[in-house]
């Protein structure tokens, strides 16, 4: 073990110009003998153990230290700070019980929650939940929002870091969003030791329960007993070499770069590529907007140009045509693609035996032929095409092609097919929700909600407060009859 003292960190980092889980993260973890950490909720905590260096940081005789906010609402909140503990200790355990549950029915967070569980139960994670008094003061909700932690060594040195970093299971995120931290360390002395004292006192102060500002919960004694029972006859060094094969499995659909900002796999999307391998590498992905379904549909186009696969991707609009073909760019760097754009607005692919030649079988190409979903249901294009099992089908915005006019396509054979929707069944239309799930055979589980994507820090935490209005006769009349126009409208597209 290497004193912190050792290393020459930066003052901060950022994704542009560093690599901020091998230049600070994981060095740190790997030489410390503790790891003081405020998050966000719960399930986050999965999120910030660096898995790389977790044996070297346990045989240190490290120790974790979390605080986190309970994924509550203000009502919920405002009931913990009235005063009344056995409602506050109800609350609690039926939000801790409710993530636990979600954690261990997802298919792609199952194994790194039961190696939570362990080290929780042998003493290596200490957790303790902090509910903000004033629960809607954005200075006070702003700290369980910030990334702020404390890492010390065994020679009293000790190294604070505050920023956007954002974590994920599978290392720190490389997902082209811009992050940063600011570090600071106790052995520089001056304002740097000043402002890592600071960090780790305003730590100490809140987990000792010193603060004015908040209430601080144990995890609840059913709780604690439910992960004993989940860390039961669990070798936590054989759970941790799983979870650390799982996460080199997620690079083989992604190719190798250097490159700081190169993105990675989400569980999630992980999970759901090899589920959908496993069912014929058909399926629709029903993921929730924002959750990187387009990415995920490139790592499956990816794997198919490498098996020398014809790849066609469908689009509802003439906007998306461009956008796909920069994605596509920016994702696969190691192979050379050629692309044919189909839309009213090109003519190059109506010419005769182009469409042909390029969705034809071991032509030695990387094609991609990207379509809108009207093109491609005309009869130019479906006979100029080369159908057969050689062929990738992917539908962008899949719900879009269940019109009676689009659906034509579905009659065109592929040998693999991916649809992606954050909402895949049409509302009002059965036949045409129907015709997708039979071409595609049906979604792929599991299905990533908003409730996942919210929980798992991938879209903004938020709630619904919806309000109920009553519309007199008049109005209800005339929003049935918008009603029915839009019904027929939206059945057209």
């Given amino acids: 073990m290497v004193a912190l003292s050792d290393f020459e960190f930066k003052s901060s980092y950022n994704k542009i110009d560093h690599n901020i889980a091998d230049e600070f993260y994981l060095p740190c973890m790997r030489n410390a003998i503790q790891y003081d950490r405020i998050t966000g909720y719960f399930s986050s905590s999965i999120y910030i153990i660096a898995w790389d260096a977790l044996k070297e940081f346990i045989n240190n005789q490290g120790k974790i230290r979390i605080l986190c906010s309970p994924f509550i609402s203000e009502d919920d909140a405002r009931a913990l700070t009235s005063g009344n503990q056995a409602k506050s200790d109800q609350i609690i355990k039926q939000t801790m019980i409710d993530e636990l549950q979600r954690m261990l029915d997802s298919a792609y967070l199952e194994k790194p929650s039961r190696l939570l569980a362990c080290l929780i139960s042998n003493g290596t994670i200490s957790i303790k939940l902090a509910v903000p008094i004033e629960y809607s003061h954005p200075v006070i909700r702003?700290?369980?929002?910030?990334?702020?932690?404390?890492?010390?060594?065994?020679q009293g040195n000790k190294v604070g870091f505050r920023g956007s970093l954002n974590e994920t299971y599978s290392g720190l995120s490389n997902d082209g969003n811009i992050e940063s931290v600011d570090v600071f360390q106790s052995w520089d002395g001056g304002k740097e030791a000043v402002r890592a004292d600071?960090?780790?006192?305003?730590?100490?102060?809140?987990?000792?329960?010193?603060?004015?500002?908040?209430l601080l919960y144990e995890l609840p004694p059913s709780?604690?007993?439910?992960?004993?029972?989940?860390?039961?006859?669990?070798?936590?060094?054989?759970?941790?070499?799983?979870?650390k094969q799982e996460i080199k499995k997620c690079n083989k659909w992604l190719p190798k770069s250097n490159d700081r900002k190169k993105r990675v796999l989400r569980l999630h999307q992980f999970a759901a590529l090899e589920a959908w391998v496993a069912n014929g590498r058909c399926g629709i992905f029903e993921h929730a907007t924002g959750s990187g379904k387009t990415f995920t549909a490139i790592c499956a186009i990816r794997d198919a140009l490498i098996r020398e696969k014809s790849v066609i991707v469908l689009v509802p609009s003439v906007g998306l045509l461009e956008q796909w073909k920069i994605e596509i760019k920016k994702i696969i760097t190691d192979i050379k693609v050629d692309y044919?754009?189909?839309?009213?607005?090109?003519?190059?692919?109506?010419?005769?035996?182009v469409l042909n030649v390029w969705t034809a079988p071991g032509t030695n190409r990387n094609t991609i032929v990207v379509a809108t979903m009207d093109t491609a249901a005309g009869e130019t294009f479906m006979k100029g095409i080369t159908q057969g099992d050689h062929l990738l089908v992917v539908v962008d915005e899949v719900h879009r092609i269940g019109s009676v006019r689009r659906a034509r396509f579905l009659t065109v054979k592929a040998g693999e097919k991916l649809g992606l929707s954050a909402t895949p069944i049409r509302y009002g239309d059965p036949k045409g929700t129907a015709a997708i799930m039979n071409y595609f055979g049906g979604v792929v589980k599991p299905v990533y909600?908003?409730?996942?994507?919210?929980?798992?820090?991938?879209?903004?935490?938020?709630?619904?407060?919806?309000?109920?209005?009553?519309?007199?006769?008049l109005e209800q009349d005339e929003w049935n009859n918008l009603t029915k126009q839009i019904n027929r409208l939206y059945a057209q597209l």
């Avoid at 700290?143 to 702020?148: E, P, Q, R, S, W």
């Avoid at 600071?198 to 908040?214: P, Q």
């Avoid at 709780?223 to 979870?243: F, G, P, S």
């Avoid at 044919?340 to 035996?353: A, E, F, T, V």
Wanted: proline share 1%.
């Fill in 142 to 154: 702003q700290l369980f929002h910030d990334k702020v932690g404390v890492f010390f060594d065994d």
């Fill in 198 to 214: 600071e960090v780790a006192d305003l730590f100490e102060r809140i987990w000792s329960g010193k603060t004015t500002t908040t």
């Fill in 223 to 243: 709780i604690r007993e439910h992960l004993n029972y989940m860390a039961k006859d669990v070798i936590w060094r054989d759970l941790l070499d799983e979870v």
């Fill in 340 to 353: 044919l754009i189909c839309s009213s607005g090109y003519s190059n692919w109506r010419k005769s035996g």
């Fill in 449 to 473: 909600s908003l409730k996942d994507a919210i929980h798992d820090g991938v879209l903004t935490k938020y709630f619904y407060y919806p309000k109920l209005i009553h519309l007199s006769q």
